[in-house]
């Protein structure tokens, strides 16, 4: 599919995850997270940006008493590799201590950003600290970090779409697609 309106000229998209699919694995993950908490409250944490549209589907098929939070922190500036800088954009608003924190990022690719974000909130001392990623790219890992739920786990390409973004546009396409250059 290709969805063409979205892209900036010289772009194209070709599908690799539908969006039938990604709703399929998200309501399983949904399923699986509700069964591993059952009997706690959670905080499902939010990584903006690239986290909105999967964190707003995945806590609707959670069937617990939740709360959600989101910080900010951008790692890519405006190319597609990873600097190893993380910068954080916006901060907690409330404290973490003694709750349960399930992360809801959008990809795990280096890594670095992972680590980072996990050794910052392991500060905050929380009851426990999981990750839930919707993508996982193991082959580009720089360093050891593994997330506890992972929707897809996908090869080395740069992906867009569902909350995923290159150059800060597409990530309102609503399945996950491989961004191609036409010229
Ligand atoms: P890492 O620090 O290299 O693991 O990268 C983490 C962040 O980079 C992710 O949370 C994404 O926001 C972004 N990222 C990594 N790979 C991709 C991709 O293929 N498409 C869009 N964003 C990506
Ligand atoms: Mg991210």
Known sequence: MN???RCRP?????????????????????AQITQDYEGHELIILGVLKGSFI???????????????EFLGLSSYGKGTQSTGEVKMTLDLGHPLAGKHVLVAEDIVDTGLTLAYLLR???????????????????????????PDYVGFTIPNRLVVGYGLDHAQIL?????????????
Request: glycine share 4%; charged share 20%.
């Open 3 to 5: 969805s063409s309106k």
């Open 10 to 30: 010289g772009q194209r998209i070709v599908s690799l995850i539908t969006a039938a699919q990604i709703q399929s694995r998200v309501a399983e993950l949904g």
């Open 54 to 68: 999967f964190m707003a589907d995945l806590v609707r098929h959670v069937d617990l008493p939740l709360s959600m």
């Open 120 to 146: 910052m909130l392991s500060n905050r001392n929380p009851a426990s600290l999981r990750v839930c990623c919707l993508l996982d790219k193991p082959e580009r890992r720089q360093v050891p970090v593994t």
């Open 171 to 183: 990530r309102n396409i609503p399945f996950i697609g491989a961004l191609e250059e036409t010229s």
